[in-house]
């Protein structure tokens, strides 16, 4: 019994060793790099500029929350295919989210500065700020993904990158990206309009 507490207490004690000495200013930084919900919401607010109004505020609140969810779940250092023409393979590189709470607060602070919240401005002037905003940080063209350069632009390049543009697109269920059977890919996509119907029974070899 003796020799079971003692391995209990070194195991306890060994668990609280990488707190010793840790580099605490790193933690702190990585807790100011998250959105506050007050962050968030100038998000919510900027998306119903950039982002289509055909999928009204739900889709577009919903596209917020897969973007922020693509954040949370970042990896560094991850696979992701072979440059064209290049035998390196590319991996992925730091998150893309270092700059977004000041990005975040500069369009907030520059929308005060014209008048109040971003999302009660007329539309050419929100047009305005972000294009200022898009030169400042040197955006030409939405990335292939988010790159961190801003955090619009990489709400938008997650959005219309993403398999929901695609079907809003082509107005059809088309799934791109997303897991689909072959069989799938043998049927004509469903209209975006019409409720998804079960899929047909693959008919057997005669």
Known sequence: ????QALKTLATAAATLPLVGADLS?????TAQELQPDKIFVLRDVAAT???SAIGSKGQNEAVDNFLRWIREYKEGVALS???GEPRLVKSGPSPKA???????ALEKAAS????RFGALPIETRREILDAAFKAADVRNLPGRPDGKHVVADLMAHY??????????YSSRIGRNTFRAIRVTTVRPQPLAQTQAPSPKP????
């Open 113 to 116: 500065a014209r008048g109040g």
């Open 82 to 84: 072979h440059g064209y």
């Open 99 to 105: 700059g977004y709470v000041d990005q975040l607060a």
């Open 26 to 30: 790193a933690l702190d930084l990585a």
């Open 160 to 169: 219309f990158r993403g398999s929901s543009a695609n079907d809003l697109c």
């Open 203 to 206: 008919q057997a070899p005669r």
């Open 50 to 52: 950039v982002l289509p």
């Open 1 to 4: 019994m003796k020799r079971r």
